[in-house]
Every structure is written in structure tokens, then in C-alpha cells.
């Protein structure tokens, strides 16, 4: 089983809502991440969470807060989101920091 | 950095052949070769190592040459599944025994009847 799930598939929001996004995999990886992609660009790297710890924090926004409960479980919380983040958000899990990423479907996020 | 990918368009005929290239200026652990189709996740193709190994995948094989920092995505015999947008991942150390991987532009390829 190589399936990433996230949850919601899209998502619209306003600029002063809070948000969730979710992501579950139960291929035993202990790495997880965070990519955000806009349209015809490459996955731009968010958060990464190695062991459940993070380990690389991309200068993302504060309005971006990322959560790892256990090693199945990634959430991205949203606060106070501008338009220019509407985007799709990639989740991915990976053996360890070096191997495959396997992409969950995202979710698509429109900021109005 | 980001790695270079070229051509950044490519359109084919089904049944015949394309390469993918892409480059880096620094020194590389691996090269990821992912596929993105439109409105769909990227899915992972292959991974090669530092070796220079060439790895192969039912028609879609790739190569790295890790003296020059680059590696080549090979498709053969195309069909039109292989449509789609191709991205190589270069993974560089990033310090502290952490590597991190970064996507190049992406190579969107056409197949055509």
C-alpha cells in the first residue's frame, strides 16, 4: 500500500477563517512534508517532519502552523490566509530523508 | 538550488523516443524523476544514487552521471500515458546529516496519436 490520503480535496476559504488540512499514510515512513504548488510550477518544500520532529521550516508564513501527532498523522493548520496562498497543498511521506516521496491527491485551496 | 531541466516542452508522436535532462551545479546525493499529470498528484518514477547507475522502469529508463551532475530521463516506444509533466528532484546535503530535495521547473510532454 504506497497511498498517501489528505483530506478535505478542496477547500475555500476567507482571509479570517481558521482551516485544517489533513493527511493520514500507513506505509511505516517516518518522514512526512508539506509542498505547496501553484499552477504549472514544481512542488515548492513547506515543512518537513522527520521522527515526528520538524526539521526544516522554509521560511513559510506564521499563518502556516504545521502538526505532526504521530508518525501516521500530518495536519496543516491555516490562520489569516491572503489570496496569493490559494494554491494546491501536496502532502508526501518518505522511508527516510532520502528516499521516494510518495504524494497524497492534495488539496486545492482557494483563498478569497 | 534548483536543478535545470531541459527542454521544458517536448511533443511526440506515440511510438517514438525522448530524453530528459537535468542538471546541477552542485554536488549531488541522488536524482528523483517523478510524473505529474494535469490536475493529478506527482507520482515517483525512480530514484538513482551516486554511482552513475542507470535504472529502468517498463519503457522509461534513466542515467546519472554524477561526475557532471546530471541525469537523463529515457522514454521509448512513448504512449500516450507517458503525457504529462516530468520533474527531476536533486537530493543536496544540506548540512547537519540532512538532505534536502528540490524540484526542477518540469518538462511537460505531449503524446499525440
Known amino acids: 500500500d504506497t497511498e498517501v490520503t489528505q483530506t478535505p480535496k478542496h477547500l475555500v476559504m476567507g482571509m479570517t477563517n481558521k482551516k485544517s488540512l489533513k493527511c493520514e499514510q500507513h506505509m511505516g515512513h517516518r518522514a512526512m512534508y508539506w509542498y505547496k504548488q501553484k499552477a504549472k510550477k514544481p512542488p515548492e518544500l513547506m515543512f518537513v517532519?522527520?521522527?515526528?520532529?520538524?526539521?526544516i521550516n522554509e521560511s513559510v508564513p506564521s499563518r502556516f502552523s504545521p502538526e505532526c501527532p504521530n508518525s501516521s498523522l500530518l495536519n496543516l493548520h491555516l490562520h489569516a490566509l491572503q489570496p496569493e496562498d490559494s494554491a494546491l497543498y501536496l502532502c508526501a511521506s518518505s522511508q527516510d530523508r532520502i528516499a521516494a516521496r510518495y504524494f497524497g491527491a492534495g488539496t486545492r485551496l482557494s483563498v478569497l | 538550488q534548483q536543478p535545470v531541466q531541459s527542454p521544458q516542452a517536448v511533443i511526440l508522436r506515440e511510438g517514438e523516443d525522448a530524453v530528459i535532462n537535468c542538471s546541477s551545479s552542485?554536488?549531488?546525493?541522488?536524482v528523483h524523476w517523478y510524473r505529474q499529470k494535469h490536475g493529478e498528484a506527482p507520482v515517483f518514477l525512480m530514484i538513482l544514487l551516486k554511482g552513475g547507475e542507470q535504472k529502468g522502469h517498463e519503457k522509461i529508463s534513466a542515467s546519472f552521471n554524477e561526475k557532471k551532475q546530471q541525469s537523463s530521463l529515457y522514454l521509448t516506444a512513448s504512449q500516450l500515458s507517458y503525457s504529462g509533466t516530468y520533474f527531476c528532484g536533486t537530493d543536496e546535503y544540506s548540512g547537519a546529516g540532512s538532505y534536502q530535495l528540490t524540484f526542477g521547473k518540469g518538462t511537460k510532454l505531449s503524446v499525440i496519436p
Open positions: 517532519y522527520s521522527y515526528e520532529k520538524l526539521s
Open positions: 552542485k554536488a549531488l546525493y541522488s
